[in-house]
């Protein structure tokens, strides 16, 4: 149980393009789901945390209109990257929580390593 | 503010010995404490929990951990590594209030044959 699936798992594209990635939590509600971002060798960072129905949460830092999050429904995030850029290349991972206490686990997707040439 | 520290940046076995894997965390509330493993190129998959029942926490493929309030510690442990436990494992701490994750740095556990 609690499987998270992330997609695509890899894109390349030109500078300019924008580039959507879609979280989906398949056997469970999430009523937060999380993005972040993971720099090589280096631990995960917190970029917005998403409530469904409701506006992401940004961290500092983050430009929330370069990184658009949208939360429709209790299954479905997507973090679309607007206008990206060589240094938007990145491994995104998004993350949703099952239940709404801190002691119960947020449960990962896999990944989407974006290249942008 | 809550944070974890990993004493251990790179921790390297043999094959069939024991594995430990050191976190210490700092937490104004009683913590909820989790180890994710994390494969190349992979999401976190979480190994186990601690959320203030029982101290000595067992999780899969063999892994526990064993919360140590007086030490602050939350070490990982597995009796008898195997090569497929190469990976960079996150000691990981939940804020009680907004739920958000803070990351110890991680530590990259290699496996000799």
């Known amino acids: 149980g609690a499987v998270v699936s992330q997609h695509p798992s890899r894109v390349i594209c030109k500078s300019g393009t924008s580039v959507k990635i879609e979280c989906r939590s398949l056997d469970f509600q999430a009523t937060t789901m999380f993005w972040y971002r993971q720099f090589p060798k280096q631990s995960l960072m917190l970029m917005a945390t998403?409530?469904?129905?409701?506006?992401?949460?940004?961290e500092q830092g983050v430009e929330k209109d370069k990184f658009l999050i949208n939360h429709a429904s209790l299954t479905l995030s997507t973090l679309t990257v607007t206008s990206a850029h060589p240094e938007d290349s990145s491994f995104y991972i998004c993350s949703a929580q099952q239940g709404a206490t801190s002691n119960q686990p947020q449960h990962f997707g896999d990944g989407t390593r974006l290249s942008i040439l | 503010a809550q944070s974890v520290t990993q004493l251990d940046s790179h921790v390297s076995v043999s094959e069939g010995t024991p594995v430990l894997l050191r976190c210490n965390y700092s937490?104004?509330?009683?913590?909820?404490l989790f180890w994710y493993v994390q494969h190349p190129n992979k999401g976190l998959q979480l190994l186990l929990k601690?959320?203030?029942?029982?101290?000595l926490v067992k999780g899969i493929n063999g892994f526990e951990a064993e919360f140590k309030k007086s030490e602050t510690s939350f070490h990982l442990t597995k009796p008898s590594a195997h090569m497929s436990d190469a990976a960079e494992y996150f000691c990981v701490v939940s804020d009680p209030d907004d739920y958000k994750l803070s990351f110890g740095a991680g530590t990259t556990v290699t496996v000799r044959a």
């Open positions: 601690y959320t203030s029942a029982a101290t």
């Open positions: 937490s104004s509330y009683s913590p909820s």
């Open positions: 998403s409530n469904e129905g409701s506006k992401a949460t940004y």
